[in-house]
């Protein structure tokens, strides 16, 4: 039996040599030199930007596809009075931000209104008014037609991106050095106690200890950083008993299913908004006027609170307590007459600004109430506190693989490549045994996590072990050249 090793990797390594290139006698060999590299980087850049812009469509493309395809269903199920609430309540979204763009330009609410707005002024969609069934089926027909055109471009998007990916991956350039991998120590979050609204409480700042950490290197500053931050322990809000009284009042929140980030298509503020628990968290705040000040921190301890009641399985008391909290917050950002202003948009006229507040504290509980599931599911995982050592690549535009051999060194090995005629065939055979002897002396979970050559399962076969083996592993899959790191490209960018 014959065993080759390969050395086709090498063929993606691409290095500029100056003494590779010819020019014409007029012409400076140096100034051609500059001209050429200042050309590559420019076309490197511009395709940087291409890629980036590609990402952020799909990116915005994602988000714009599910909302518009349930403004369809809900057209298509329940009418025209469906699609003018979405008009009504985006319109109000956008006002609430005083008709303005976000900081990164028209947001997906902003472009979903305005297909809705364009839709609606359409002569033929015009024509249909006051025909239920008509309008109902040209406006689904419409937004259909959006929906699928928006499709065939996220797959036209997507496949550029794959495209640009493929072709990147067979260049190695200087863009892709990385420092490769680091593993350490990584500290489960202790939700209680990072969230207890008590005076002893305080922010922790989660730590990672790397192993064979590089001095002077990134995540060393950040760890510094970190240290410094944690020697200034923020305090939490601590919640007063003007506050809980707050939070005790009525809701103004209408019985809606557990889980829901809006109010029911059903709901309509004429006929079920509470006003009655609006005026009683009025006079509320008219008598507790402290409660607006910033620095007694209302609207953090009452999310706080809302955090921790949820995770005691208070969820009505925790929903309450998000209600305040954005009820402090809304009135705050109204300015002087903040109080009487919120009160007055949510009892008065159309109902479109309280549905907006509505909407946006069972979002918020949603969120909240999500977190501390997840939460509570990883503290009932692993014991509290445990440590655990997880691979790591430090920079995004690294990829962790695993490389796991075959089985021992064959009997006649020929070695082929550039720089093969210096190797010594007994030093390879020996490595290559020493490296099999390595990978089966794992447990059988690690080589069947190792073979599908997914990191998520290996770090949790990791995240199994206790410290000291999970160390020791490691350091075997480096030994062995089993664990690897790969990225995209190599190219001499000194500039000389």
């Known amino acids: 039996m014959v065993?080759?090793?390969?050395?086709?990797?090498?063929?993606?390594?691409?290095?500029?040599?100056d003494s590779d290139i010819e020019v014409h006698p007029n012409i400076d060999k140096r100034s051609f030199i500059k001209w050429k590299q200042r050309d590559i980087h420019e076309k490197r850049e511009e395709r940087r930007r291409l890629f980036d812009s590609l990402e952020a469509e799909k990116k915005n493309n994602q988000q714009l596809l599910p909302m518009l395809e349930s403004i369809a269903h809900g057209t298509k199920s329940e009418g025209s009075p469906f699609y003018s609430k979405e008009v009504s309540r985006l319109s109000v979204a956008r006002s609430e931000r005083g008709n303005k763009d976000g900081p990164d330009g028209p947001t997906v609410e902003d472009m979903v209104l305005s297909l809705l707005l364009q839709i609606h002024q359409d002569p033929s969609v015009k024509a249909q008014t006051g025909k239920d069934e008509a309008l109902q089926s040209l406006l689904v027909e419409k937004l259909d037609g959006h929906v699928s055109k928006l499709r065939m471009r996220q797959t036209e998007v997507c496949d550029q991106i794959e495209k640009m990916k493929a072709e990147d991956s067979r260049k190695i350039t200087s863009d892709s050095l990385r420092e490769g991998w680091s593993s350490g120590y990584v500290a489960k979050p202790e939700p209680a106690?990072?969230?207890?609204?008590?005076?002893?409480t305080k922010t922790k700042v989660q730590q990672i200890e790397t192993l064979n950490q590089p001095s002077g290197s990134k995540l060393q500053d950040q760890n510094a950083v970190d240290s410094d931050a944690e020697d200034g322990e923020d305090e939490v809000p601590e919640l007063n008993t003007a506050m809980r009284s707050f939070a005790d009042l009525p809701t103004t929140l209408p019985s809606t299913p557990s889980g829901s980030t809006s109010l029911p298509s059903s709901f309509v503020p004429s006929k079920h908004?509470?006003?009655?628990?609006?005026?009683?968290?009025?006079?509320f705040l008219a008598s507790h006027k402290e409660l607006l000040r910033e620095e007694s921190g209302a609207t953090d301890a009452l999310l706080v609170e809302a955090f921790n009641a949820e995770m005691r399985g208070e969820k009505a008391f925790a929903r309450r307590c998000t209600e305040k909290a954005l009820m402090i917050q809304y009135c705050n950002k109204l300015g002087k007459d903040g109080v009487s202003l919120f009160f007055k948009r949510m009892t008065q006229g159309d109902g479109r600004a309280s549905i907006v507040f509505l909407n946006d504290v069972l979002s918020t509980y949603a969120r909240i109430s999500e977190r501390s599931a997840i939460l509570s599911q990883e503290k009932s995982d692993k014991p509290e506190g445990e440590e655990q050592i997880q691979l790591v690549a430090e920079d995004p535009n690294t990829t962790i693989t695993f490389e796991i051999p075959d089985g021992p060194a064959p009997e006649n090995i020929e070695l082929e490549g550039e720089g093969s005629?210096?190797?010594?065939?007994?030093?390879?055979?020996?490595?290559?045994?020493?490296r099999w002897a390595i990978f089966n002396s794992f447990d059988e979970d690690l080589k069947q996590a190792l073979a599908?050559?997914?990191l998520d399962k290996v770090n949790q076969v990791l995240g199994k072990m206790n410290v000291e083996?999970?160390?020791?592993?490691?350091?075997?899959?480096?030994?062995?050249?089993?664990?690897?790191?790969?990225?995209?490209?190599i190219r001499d960018e000194t500039g000389k």
């Open 3 to 17: 065993g080759k090793l390969n050395y086709s990797k090498w063929d993606n390594l691409e290095l500029s040599d």
């Open 193 to 200: 106690e990072a969230t207890k609204a008590k005076k002893s």
């Open 273 to 283: 908004l509470n006003t009655d628990a609006f005026e009683v968290a009025f006079k």
């Open 421 to 434: 005629e210096n190797m010594d065939v007994e030093k390879v055979k020996d490595f290559l045994n020493r």
């Open 452 to 454: 599908t050559k997914e």
């Open 469 to 489: 083996a999970a160390e020791e592993v490691v350091g075997k899959l480096d030994e062995a050249g089993i664990l690897n790191f790969s990225s995209s490209e």
